[in-house]
């Protein structure tokens, strides 16, 4: 167990709703990382926050938004949902930014869209 | 861009031998960190080991050691005395130093035979 938690573990709606996943970094750690794993693309980096701030942006779609709140946990917004949006999002953190440190994963929201 | 390549979609190994996964990658820059992260069937994503690129010394976590060759671009595992709990998939990852986005490779699929 990272420590990270993912709510919901899967989730199954169809084309063209609005999903909302969450993220609970580990007790202490400030950064909070969005991946994707798909089939078509791998495993894909998506955005970055930092104690609130977005930090960095990867190939994150327009239709997808995310935050950190004051406390530290993040929402990954996905809005009318395609059929590619199917995908493991995992949730990683870290303690801090720019430096080496691990980033431990949380176990992942599976997500299908019919 | 910067590109991580892993050209075995899947190895094989009896239990308590050595084996190699391989990992090219492309970059121009001097500094930058590489690592190496297991999926098991839970899908977690567990980080194996790390490398930063300005160290020669290859990086060593127990049964798992890293060969870097930075001028080759170069970075494979080897995993010794090789256990069923090792099998998995295992994916090659590139972070510039002091930024946090890793790009992932494709993955290796390691089976462990008795």
């Known amino acids: 167990d990272s420590g990270v938690t993912q709510t919901p573990k899967h989730l199954i709606t169809a084309t063209g709703q609005r999903v909302t996943l969450r993220c609970s970094p580990r007790?202490?750690?400030?950064?909070v990382y969005w991946y994707q794993q798909s089939l078509d693309q791998g495993l894909q980096f998506l955005i970055q926050?930092?104690?609130?701030?977005?930090?960095a942006k990867g190939n994150i779609l327009e239709r997808f938004s995310a935050q950190q709140f004051p406390d530290l946990h993040s929402e990954l917004n996905l809005s009318s949902l395609e059929l590619g949006d199917s995908a493991l999002y995992f949730c990683a953190s870290s303690v801090a930014t720019g430096v080496l440190n691990e980033q431990y994963f949380g176990p992942g929201t599976r997500l299908t869209v019919t | 861009a910067q590109t991580v390549t892993q050209s075995q979609p899947e190895m094989s190994v009896q239990e308590a031998e050595t084996v190699t996964l391989s990992c090219t990658y492309d970059t121009s820059e001097s500094d930058y960190y590489l690592f190496w992260y297991k999926q098991p069937p839970s899908r977690q994503m567990i980080l194996v080991i790390r490398?930063?690129?300005?160290?020669?010394q290859n990086a060593t976590e127990n049964r798992f050691s890293v060969n870097f060759q930075k001028a080759a671009k170069s970075f494979s595992l080897k995993i010794s005395d090789s256990q069923l709990g090792d099998a998995a998939m295992y994916f090659c990852a590139w972070s510039l130093a002091n930024t946090d986005k890793l790009i992932f490779g494709t993955g290796t699929r390691l089976q462990v035979f008795p």
């Open positions: 007790s202490g750690d400030l950064s």
């Open positions: 490398q930063e690129a300005y160290k020669q």
């Open positions: 926050y930092y104690n609130g701030e977005e930090r």
